[in-house]
């Protein structure tokens, strides 16, 4: 049985595309993660699986060669509809995957159980989940070292997503500094597009770094003198009136 598509579904895939971790390569950080969901939860099996529109991608897999699958016959489909963890005791007396083609054929699952991970703006990507060819249980504690696991698959995505993010920026204020001029009077630069703006609306722009706002001694001085007689009169500080 094909999991229901989730009602925010476009939300969801936009929100695993701004990841960019689709189809790279495996990574150690990732590996280390599902081969300690194997030896916690006594499993031959342990996946971080990505739920693309029409497949499920996996990042990283312990005691499974594939490298995705078909969404229809994908339990993690069904995962990510659930707020916490979703477990499937024995996958051949459930009506939901009876007769899914992993159940009655390879691998030959019998035992699931997926945690959603779920990211800062509330998407759930995909899962971290652990598989048994025989029907089975967890107990409270491997439950709750595959959901602290699962947390720590979603903080490593987005450790990678800011640090990309970040790398982008000063890529593109490196180009800048290179090519493009500042305006000799209102101080304005131009972007790799030919547009004016300051410097504060470009990081602004292409990253989530804020501002505060302030006067400097020099400029209080020569636009505020009566201001700079009573807050600087002996004061050293370079930053004074923040407003924000």
């Known amino acids: 049985m094909r999991a229901k598509t989730p009602i925010q579904e476009a939300d969801r895939l936009e929100a695993l595309r701004q990841y960019q971790i689709l189809d790279t390569p495996a990574e150690r950080s990732y ?7 194997v ?6 099996i342990a996946l971080i699986s990505l739920v693309d529109a029409d497949r499920q991608w996996f990042k990283s897999k312990v005691g499974l060669t594939a490298q995705e699958t078909s969404r229809d016959v994908s339990f993690c489909a069904h995962a990510i509809l659930r707020p916490n963890v979703m477990i499937v005791n024995d996958a051949a007396k459930d009506e939901r995957f009876a007769d899914n083609p992993l159940v009655t054929g390879e691998p030959g699952i019998r035992f699931y159980a997926g945690v959603p991970l779920v990211s800062p703006a509330r998407q759930p990507l995909g899962t971290l989940c652990v598989i048994d060819r025989k029907p089975r249980t967890l107990n409270n504690y491997q439950i709750k070292t595959l959901e602290a696991l ?20 000063l890529a593109k204020l490196e180009t800048m500094a290179g090519l493009i001029p500042i305006c000799s009077y209102c101080k304005g630069i131009r972007d790799d597009q030919g547009y004016w703006s300051t410097v504060e609306a470009f990081i602004q722009q292409h990253s989530e770094v804020g501002f505060t ?14 201001v700079a007689n009573v807050l600087l009169p002996d004061q050293e500080s370079n930053d004074i009136l923040q407003d924000d």
């Not at 706002?213 to 009566?226: A, D, L, T």
Request: glycine share 2%.
């Open 39 to 44: 030896y916690i939860c006594d499993v031959p």
């Open 150 to 169: 699962a947390r720590q698959v979603v903080m490593q995505l987005e450790l990678q997503r800011v640090s990309s993010q970040l790398a982008e920026t």
């Open 31 to 37: 590996d280390d993660i599902t081969s300690l969901a």
């Open 213 to 226: 706002h302030g006067v400097c001694n020099e400029c209080m001085k020569r636009h505020f003198p009566e």
